[in-house]
Each structure stands twice: as C-alpha cells, then as structure tokens.
C-alpha cells in the first residue's frame, strides 16, 4: 500500500477513535445523569419518611405528655394541694411548658433533616446536569478533534502527494 494511502487509513482510523471517544463521553454523562436523578428520588424520598416519621413522634409525645400531666394534677390532688392556684399551678405549667418544647423541638430535628435530604436531592440533580453537560462537552470535543485530524491527514497526504510528484519530476525520487 503507497504510503500516501497508509496516511489516510491512520487519519480515518485516528478520526474515528476520537468520535468514538466523544460519543463516550456523551453516554457517560448521561448515565451519570440518570444515576444522580434515581440518588435525589432516593433522597425525596427519605425527605417524606422523615416528615412521617416526625409527625408520628410529635403525636406520641403529646400523648405522652397528656398522659403525665395527668398523673402530676392526680398525685397533686391526691396530696390535697389546690391544683388551680398557687405553686401546684405553677409546677404543672412548668411542666406543660417543657412538654411543649420538647414537641417543638422534635419537628424542629425533624423538619431540618427533611431539609437536608432535599438539599441533597438537589444537589444530586446538579451534579446530574452538570456530568451530562460535561459529556456533551467530550462529544464537541471528540468531533472537533476529528475534524481536525481528517484535515490535518488529507493536507498531509495531500503535501506527501505533491512532493512525491514533484521528486519524479525532477528525478530525485
């Protein structure tokens, strides 16, 4: 095969080696993509148990708290104090108070952790979009890069062409 010849078969080869590698690119970065969309499902997900789960937790620890300021207004009453007046009053809004905060700060934990699963979620969608614009990039690249090589190869081929006529031309070659 003349060596002109063996240069385009290396150009279309080397072009066809960086298409193939900017179509790569591209797949990867939609898989990357896919892949960050099911982990901000997962995480919205998680997002919407938490809030479950901590509506679920603020109902049993009201319950609970009814539960105990009853048992404090009948042990008061048991020990003849006036429950409505005086320190008995104020011992079981002391307690009603800390009940309170106690369910406040239950929705409190549990709406910044449903928080932090979304804020999650989001960013996995970032990094989703960002992974495929990167692998759009690669394609850009890849078919650039072989633009590039098939006419770098066919002005080279084109050079080697020409010299080699010239060269017997001239009887040199």
Do not use: C
Not at 26 to 49: M, P, T, V
Not at 78 to 94: D, E, F, R
Not at 126 to 154: C, D, H, P, V
């Amino acid at each position: 095969m003349a060596p002109a010849a063996l240069m385009l078969v290396g150009t279309g080869l080397a072009a066809g080696g960086q298409i193939y590698s900017g179509m790569a690119a591209s797949a990867e970065g939609k898989s990357a993509e896919n892949l960050a969309e099911y982990n901000a499902a997962l995480q919205e997900r998680e997002a919407k148990q938490i809030e479950a789960r901590t509506a679920l937790q603020q109902r049993r620890q009201a319950e609970e708290s009814e539960r105990r300021m009853g048992t404090l207004r009948a042990g008061l009453g048991a020990g003849g104090a006036v429950t409505t007046a005086g320190s008995p009053l104020m011992i079981q809004a002391k307690q009603a108070s800390e009940f309170e905060l106690e369910n406040l700060l239950i929705g409190y934990t549990g709406r910044e952790e449903a928080t932090a699963a979304r804020s999650g979620a989001a960013l996995s969608r970032m990094e989703g979009r960002i992974a495929r614009q990167r692998g759009k990039a690669g394609k850009m690249a890849g078919y650039t890069g072989a633009g590039s090589t098939l006419l770098t190869g066919f002005g080279a081929a084109g050079t080697y062409n020409k010299d080699t006529y010239l060269a017997k031309k001239h009887g040199i070659y």
